[in-house]
């Protein structure tokens, strides 16, 4: 596997029930972020990580858990959705330096598209 | 809030260049400017960044005016499969701060055609 890797690429969920995505990165990078893109509307970001630790919010609500056990892998579980949580969620990753003025891209998944019913 | 202005949707004959405007007119100094794309169904692209001087690579150049207010990127030869959303973002270099991520607008949707 090389890049970025999202499963399951579709997903069908009820309002009710547990699901998780995950996303892996198999580039050595020390950051990766959720971003969800629904129907005519900009990519969103969800949640950033860095170093495994948690560095920004964007106030996304709690029915979505993040979770980043290690540099290569993030989750997001999914738990009690609306119809209007249905998109595209992708997943990136980026090597950042923690100090100077560096900046690498972005490297995205191709995306899990999740439908609510 | 994205930072930039571009026009919604563009046409491009296949093989001839496709020009990309973007405005960023509140940019500031310590800002880059970023261009990204997606495909249908994929995720998001790097394609290249600039500060201040032109930049090329193998996929595009980046012309970025000398006030930094606006800038375009070329597709030298564009073909079928350049068809695709392109974003142009201006982002922080992020000194001192990890996982800085990307704010998206709507970008230009670039129809190439035979």
């Known amino acids: 596997e090389t890049g970025v890797t999202q499963t399951p690429r579709h997903l069908v969920m009820g309002m009710t029930n547990k699901k998780s995505l995950k996303c892996e990165q198999h580039?050595?990078?020390?950051?990766m972020y959720w971003y969800k893109q629904s129907a005519k509307k900009p990519l969103e970001l969800m949640f950033v990580?860095?170093?495994?630790?948690?560095?920004e919010n964007n106030s996304v609500p709690s029915r979505f858990s993040p979770e980043c056990p290690n540099s290569s892998h993030l989750f997001l579980h999914l738990h009690t959705l609306q119809p209007e949580d249905s998109a595209l969620y992708l997943c990136?990753?980026?090597?950042?330096?923690?100090?100077?003025?560096?900046?690498?891209?972005?490297?995205f998944g191709p995306g899990t598209r999740l439908t609510v019913t | 809030d994205a930072k930039t202005t571009q026009p919604p949707s563009m046409d491009c004959a296949e093989g001839r260049a496709a020009n990309l405007p973007c405005n960023h007119s509140?940019?500031?100094?310590?800002?880059?400017v970023y261009w990204y794309r997606q495909i249908h169904s994929q995720g998001p692209q790097y394609i290249i960044h600039?500060?201040?001087n032109n930049e090329t690579n193998e996929m595009a150049s980046l012309i970025i005016t000398e006030d930094r207010k606006s800038s375009t990127l070329i597709l030298p030869h564009a073909t079928l499969r350049d068809t695709a959303v392109y974003y142009c973002?201006?982002?922080?270099?992020?000194?001192?701060?990890?996982?800085?991520?990307?704010?998206f607008g709507k970008g230009t949707t670039l129809s190439v055609s035979s």
């Open positions: 990580y860095s170093l495994e630790e948690r560095v």
């Open positions: 580039l050595g990078h020390n950051a």
């Open positions: 990136a990753s980026s090597q950042e330096l923690l100090t100077g003025a560096q900046y690498y891209e972005q490297y």
């Open positions: 973002i201006v982002r922080l270099s992020p000194a001192n701060q990890a996982g800085t991520a990307l704010i």
């Open positions: 509140t940019i500031s100094g310590n800002e880059y």
């Open positions: 600039g500060l201040k």
